[in-house]
C-alpha cells in the first residue's frame, strides 16, 4: 500500500531523509518515531505529495505520488501537525467542501458527512464557524475530512496534538477499528506510549536514516535490553551510544 523505494530529500546541502526504504502493507498500523529533526514530517509531506523527494520514489497503491498524483491522492486521507480549516466556514461546510474536491456525489457526501460527525461527536459545534473552534475541536474536524472519502491509506502527523482524553480514545478506537477493515496508518508521534499500545510495528529515524524498523519485541532484542518500555528503548537507540551501534 506505501512504499519508499530508495528516497533521499535534500535543502542545498542539508539531507533531511537518506536512502529510505520503507514497505508497509494493507491493514498494518504503523508508527513512525524519532527525534525533532530526524526527518519524520519531511518523510510524510513526500508521502503525500507535498514534498518531492531528491532521488528515488514514493507509491500509495501502486500510484507514483509524483507521476500520479491524482490517483495516489484519491486513496489517502492526511491530517498534519497543524489543523487548516477555513475560519468562515462551519465545520459542515467545510466537510461538504472536502467531499466537493473528492468528486463525491452529493447523496453519498451526505451520508458520509453525517457518519464523520457522529463519529467524532461534532454534532454540537458542526454548524459553527471554525474561526470559533478550540484547537482539540479543529483536530477533531481535520480527522472527519480526512476520512470522508474512505481512503485506503490514513496518513498522520502528531495525530493526538490537542485532543482531551476523550478524542484520543475515540481517534484510537477508529484508528483500530480502520486497521482491522483494511486500512493502512502510517502515524508520526512522539507519544511513545501510544506507538506500543497501537503499532503493529515501529520505525526509529535519526539523523534522517531509518535506524531500525520491527515490532517492539524485535527493538528489544536489537538493543539488548529487557525492559517492557518503548521508552527506555527508544532513548538507547537514539543515544549517542546507540548510535554507535
Known amino acids: 500500500m506505501i512504499e519508499f523505494d530508495h528516497v533521499t530529500r535534500t535543502y542545498g546541502p542539508k539531507t533531511a531523509v537518506s536512502d529510505l526504504t520503507l514497505a508497509i502493507p494493507r491493514g498494518e498500523l504503523f508508527a513512525l518515531l524519532g527525534p525533532n529533526g530526524a526527518g ?13 523527494p531528491s532521488r528515488g520514489s514514493v507509491r500509495i497503491c501502486g500510484h507514483d ?89 490514513l496518513v498522520l502527523d502528531e495525530p493526538m496534538v490537542g485532543l482531551d482524553p476523550r478524542s484520543v480514545r475515540i481517534v484510537k478506537d477508529l484508528l483500530a477499528a480502520r486497521a482491522r477493515e ?26 534522517g536514516r531509518l535506524r531500525f524498523l520491527g515490532t517492539v519485541m524485535e527493538l528489544r532484542e536489537q538493543v539488548a535490553l529487557e525492559s517492557t518500555s518503548l521508552e527506555q528503548l527508544y532513548l538507547e537507540l537514539t543515544s549517542a551510544r546507540g548510535e554507535e551501534r
Do not use: N
Open 65 to 153: 505520488v509524483v507521476a500520479d498524483p491524482r490517483g495516489a491522492h484519491l486513496h489517502v486521507g492526511y491530517v498534519p501537525d497543524e489543523p487548516c480549516l477555513y475560519d468562515k466556514l462551519t465545520g459542515r461546510e467545510f466537510l461538504w467542501f472536502i467531499a466537493d474536491m473528492f468528486g463525491m456525489p452529493r447523496h453519498l457526501a451526505r451520508g458520509r458527512i453525517d457518519r464523520e460527525i457522529e463519529c467524532f461527536e461534532l454534532g454540537e459545534f458542526a454548524d459553527d464557524l471554525a474561526e470559533s473552534y478550540s484547537l482539540g475541536m479543529k483536530q477533531r474536524l481535520v480527522f472527519a475530512a480526512s476520512l470522508i472519502h474512505d481512503p485506503s491509506v
Open 40 to 52: 519524520k514530517t519531511t518523510s510524510i509531506k513526500m508521502l503525500v505529495g507535498l514534498l518531492h
Open 182 to 207: 483494511g486500512m493502512t496508518v502510517f502515524m508520526s508521534t512522539h507519544t511513545l506510549a501510544m506507538a506500543e499500545e497501537m503499532a503493529d510495528r515501529v520505525g526509529i529515524m535519526v539523523r
